[in-house]
Protein backbone atom coordinates (compact mmCIF):
# COMPACT_ATOMS: atom_id res chain seq x y z
CA UNK A 1 0.00 0.00 0.00
CA UNK A 2 0.80 3.65 -0.73
CA UNK A 3 -0.05 6.66 1.60
CA UNK A 4 -0.14 10.19 0.26
CA UNK A 5 -0.38 12.74 1.98
CA UNK A 6 -0.89 16.46 -0.09
CA UNK A 7 -0.37 20.20 0.86
CA UNK A 8 0.04 23.37 0.23
CA UNK A 9 -3.53 24.33 -1.41
CA UNK A 10 -5.09 27.53 -0.37
CA UNK A 11 -6.62 30.85 -2.14
CA UNK A 12 -4.86 32.69 -3.87
CA UNK A 13 -5.64 35.52 -7.00
CA UNK A 14 -5.48 35.59 -10.67
CA UNK A 15 -1.53 35.65 -11.74
CA UNK A 16 -0.19 34.37 -8.50
CA UNK A 17 1.44 31.16 -7.59
CA UNK A 18 1.42 28.46 -5.38
CA UNK A 19 3.06 25.34 -5.00
CA UNK A 20 1.71 21.85 -3.31
CA UNK A 21 3.64 19.10 -2.14
CA UNK A 22 2.56 15.37 -1.41
CA UNK A 23 4.39 13.54 0.69
CA UNK A 24 4.43 9.37 0.15
CA UNK A 25 5.27 5.97 2.18
CA UNK A 26 4.59 3.12 2.18
CA UNK A 27 6.76 1.75 -0.99
CA UNK A 28 10.39 2.67 -2.06
CA UNK A 29 9.63 6.06 -3.35
CA UNK A 30 11.52 5.81 -6.18
CA UNK A 31 9.76 2.78 -7.57
CA UNK A 32 7.00 5.05 -7.92
CA UNK A 33 5.50 7.35 -10.63
CA UNK A 34 3.99 10.40 -8.93
CA UNK A 35 1.18 12.96 -10.42
CA UNK A 36 -0.95 15.10 -10.37
CA UNK A 37 -4.95 15.27 -11.06
CA UNK A 38 -7.74 17.89 -10.10
CA UNK A 39 -11.55 18.06 -9.78
CA UNK A 40 -13.57 21.16 -10.36
CA UNK A 41 -17.27 21.68 -8.38
CA UNK A 42 -19.29 19.83 -11.31
CA UNK A 43 -16.73 18.22 -13.35
CA UNK A 44 -14.72 14.93 -13.41
CA UNK A 45 -11.40 14.60 -12.43
CA UNK A 46 -9.00 15.32 -14.76
CA UNK A 47 -5.40 14.65 -15.27
CA UNK A 48 -2.81 17.37 -14.72
CA UNK A 49 1.09 16.37 -14.12
CA UNK A 50 2.89 13.26 -13.82
CA UNK A 51 6.88 12.02 -13.52
CA UNK A 52 8.08 9.25 -14.07
CA UNK A 53 9.21 6.53 -11.65
CA UNK A 54 13.59 6.26 -10.79
CA UNK A 55 15.14 9.53 -10.91
CA UNK A 56 12.32 10.94 -13.53
CA UNK A 57 13.74 10.11 -16.63
CA UNK A 58 11.73 6.97 -17.24
CA UNK A 59 8.79 8.78 -19.33
CA UNK A 60 9.80 12.32 -17.73
CA UNK A 61 7.56 14.22 -17.50
CA UNK A 62 3.93 14.60 -18.79
CA UNK A 63 1.27 17.76 -18.46
CA UNK A 64 -2.02 18.24 -19.81
CA UNK A 65 -2.11 21.08 -22.35
CA UNK A 66 -4.41 23.33 -19.97
CA UNK A 67 -1.36 23.93 -18.13
CA UNK A 68 1.55 23.33 -19.91
CA UNK A 69 3.95 26.08 -19.60
CA UNK A 70 2.94 27.32 -15.88
CA UNK A 71 3.02 24.37 -14.08
CA UNK A 72 6.11 22.07 -13.38
CA UNK A 73 5.92 19.06 -11.69
CA UNK A 74 9.28 17.74 -9.63
CA UNK A 75 10.43 15.13 -7.22
CA UNK A 76 12.45 14.57 -4.32
CA UNK A 77 13.71 11.55 -3.99
CA UNK A 78 15.51 12.01 -0.76
CA UNK A 79 12.67 13.44 0.65
CA UNK A 80 9.93 11.04 -0.51
CA UNK A 81 8.01 13.83 -1.96
CA UNK A 82 6.70 15.47 -5.49
CA UNK A 83 6.12 19.42 -5.77
CA UNK A 84 3.85 20.90 -8.33
CA UNK A 85 4.43 24.49 -8.88
CA UNK A 86 1.70 26.38 -10.10
CA UNK A 87 2.22 29.66 -11.43
CA UNK A 88 0.52 32.52 -13.52
CA UNK A 89 -3.13 30.73 -12.00
CA UNK A 90 -6.51 31.65 -13.34
CA UNK A 91 -9.41 30.62 -12.10
CA UNK A 92 -10.72 27.73 -14.16
CA UNK A 93 -7.39 26.46 -12.13
CA UNK A 94 -9.93 26.54 -8.75
CA UNK A 95 -10.29 22.67 -7.69
CA UNK A 96 -9.45 19.77 -5.70
CA UNK A 97 -6.02 18.84 -6.11
CA UNK A 98 -4.87 14.93 -5.76
CA UNK A 99 -1.69 13.09 -5.56
CA UNK A 100 -1.57 10.54 -7.38
CA UNK A 101 1.23 7.72 -7.69
CA UNK A 102 1.87 4.24 -9.74
CA UNK A 103 4.48 1.36 -9.24
CA UNK A 104 6.95 1.60 -11.59
CA UNK A 105 5.56 3.27 -14.41
CA UNK A 106 5.97 5.77 -16.76
CA UNK A 107 4.34 9.32 -16.35
CA UNK A 108 2.26 8.86 -19.29
CA UNK A 109 1.06 5.40 -18.01
CA UNK A 110 0.28 7.28 -14.63
CA UNK A 111 -1.64 9.46 -16.63
CA UNK A 112 -4.17 7.16 -17.93
CA UNK A 113 -4.59 4.95 -14.93
CA UNK A 114 -3.11 6.18 -11.79
CA UNK A 115 -2.97 3.38 -8.71
CA UNK A 116 -3.07 4.88 -5.54
CA UNK A 117 -4.95 8.77 -4.75
CA UNK A 118 -4.49 11.05 -1.51
CA UNK A 119 -7.04 12.88 -0.17
CA UNK A 120 -6.77 16.00 -2.25
CA UNK A 121 -5.60 19.42 -1.07
CA UNK A 122 -8.22 23.05 -2.36
CA UNK A 123 -7.01 25.45 -4.49
CA UNK A 124 -8.97 28.46 -5.19
CA UNK A 125 -8.04 31.04 -7.98
CA UNK A 126 -9.93 34.11 -7.69
CA UNK A 127 -10.31 36.53 -10.19
Known amino acids: QVQLVESGGGLVQAGGSLRLSCAAS????????MGWFRQAPGKEREFVASIGWGDGSVGRTYYADSVKGRFTISRDNAANTVALQMNSLEPEDTAVYYC?????????????????WGQGTQVTVSS
Open 26 to 33: GRTFSSLA
Open 100 to 116: AAKWIASAQSLAQAPGY
